[in-house]
Structure formats: C-alpha cells, structure tokens
C-alpha cells in the first residue's frame, strides 16, 4: 500500500513557473515508477511524466518537453515535477500516481493515486 499527497498548485501567469511536489509513504514506496498526469473536466487523464525508481529514466508527453522536469529524492520520498513556461492549456489538475509494475504511459494500469493539486494558468 502507498499513499501519496501532491502539494504546490497555484495560480501562475503565462510563462511563469511551478514547482509539484508528491510525497510518497507506506511499504517500499521507493520501489515504483511514479508518474504525473493531469485532468480537465469532462476530459480523460493525460500522461505527463514518469520516473524510474532510481530516477535514471525519464519519459515526458511532446506537449511538456523541453519545459518540464521531474525528479525524485528517495531519501524524502519525494517525487517533483519542475514545470516552467507554463502556457493556459498546461491549466489541469495534477495527479501523481505509483504503479509496481514500471515504466508506462496509460493511467489505467496505475494503482495508487494522490487527491490531485490544481494548476491555474492565467493569460
């Protein structure tokens, strides 16, 4: 079982910048690959990013790379996701989410999920 808390949402003008953060805790909570995926209403949950367990591997949907960056500390079982001019349709809430079994894109095969922190981008 893990549990996992997202912190850092806000509301941040076009072209500025947010930190996630994603506290992981419960048994082996190092031991999965965490991701980030984000939902509007009425819309599925979109793939972000990922993270290997020892953070060697990264992965990043097209619309984010280039300005987003996740990483992880294990030592605070904290996962981050460092996202930078940020654009109106970045605006979603942000879920993380651990899945065993590792690296993947589809949010489905993710078995624990965080509540969410919502992202506002202003134009």
């Known amino acids: 079982q893990v549990q996992l808390v997202e912190s850092g949402g806000g509301l941040v003008q076009a072209g500025g910048s947010l930190r996630l953060s994603c506290v992981a805790s419960g048994r082996a909570s190092n031991s999965y690959y965490i991701a980030w995926f984000r939902q509007t209403p009425g819309k599925e949950r979109e793939f972000v990013t990922y993270?290997?367990?020892?953070?060697?591997?990264?992965n990043y949907a097209e619309s984010v790379k280039g300005r987003f960056t996740i990483s992880r500390d294990n030592v605070k079982n904290t996962v981050y996701l460092q996202m930078n001019s940020l654009k109106p349709e970045d605006a979603a809430v942000y879920y993380c989410a651990a899945n065993l079994g590792g690296a993947d894109f589809q949010a489905r095969h993710y078995g624990y999920w965080g509540q969410g922190t919502q992202v506002t981008v202003s134009s």
């Open positions: 993270i290997s367990q020892s953070g060697a591997t990264t």
